[in-house]
């Protein structure tokens, strides 16, 4: 149980291209969806938090414009990577969770962009 | 400071051997505490969850000491299949979950 697609799974494209990463968990319903982004031989750093049909909550020094998202449903989050550019390439990761925040985060398997 | 500290490593360590991993926490109200793995490019994989009484599943053995306010993972009989990083989270009191830098195992035929 406790399945999270994410979807591409690696994305390579031109500077200035938007992108579009979906998270989807497939066995239960996510009250929260969590982005996180990890660059090489770090730690995941955590982009923002939402909550199904509410407005997401940025970390610090992380452009809302910039990585849209959008938590439309229980099951299902996006991310946008808006006029992506080189230094957007990373390993992009999505987490959900069902209940409380005591509850562990099951994690997507990455999606992997490179901008050209 | 840090919410969560980890020792990077790398352990190296020969098959079969036991390795024990710290990981200190700068909140002593934190309740919450998870044990990850990641493999090398791949997504962290929920280990065990680390309760005040401590728990074990198979090889592995998780432990909170709240008086010096760290968590512990001790893996027995190590496998070549257990090399990977293993990332610490303290849920802290709120909605986060705060990840340490992840310590490297490799375990050696």
């Known amino acids: 149980g406790a399945v999270v697609s994410q979807h591409p799974s690696w994305v390579i494209c031109k500077s200035g291209t938007s992108v579009k990463i979906e998270c989807r968990s497939l066995?239960?319903?996510?009250?929260?969806m969590f982005w996180y982004r990890q660059f090489p031989k770090q730690s995941l750093m955590l982009m923002a938090t939402?909550?199904?049909?509410?407005?997401?909550?940025?970390e610090q020094g992380v452009e809302k414009d910039k990585f849209l998202i959008n938590h439309a449903s229980l099951t299902l989050s996006t991310l946008t990577v808006t006029s992506a550019h080189p230094e957007d390439s990373s390993f992009y990761i999505c987490?959900?969770?069902?209940?409380?925040?005591?509850?562990?985060?099951?994690f997507g398997d990455g999606t992997r962009l490179s901008i050209l | 400071r840090k919410e969560v500290e980890q020792d990077p490593g790398p352990f190296n360590v020969p098959e079969g051997a036991t390795v024990a991993f710290n990981c200190t926490y700068s909140n002593s109200a934190s309740q919450s505490f998870f044990w990850y793995r990641q493999d090398c490019r791949k997504e962290p994989k929920l280990l065990m969850s680390v309760y005040s009484s401590g728990n074990e599943d198979g090889r592995f053995t998780a432990q909170l000491n709240r008086a010096s306010q760290y968590i512990s993972l001790l893996i027995r009989d190590s496998k070549l299949s257990d090399s990977a990083t293993y990332l610490c989270v303290d849920t802290n009191t709120g909605n986060q979950f705060y990840f340490g830098t992840g310590t490297s195992l490799t375990v050696i035929p």
């Open positions: 066995d239960f319903q996510a009250t929260t």
């Open positions: 939402s909550n199904e049909g509410s407005k997401a909550t940025y």
């Open positions: 987490s959900a969770r069902q209940g409380a925040s005591n509850q562990p985060q099951h």
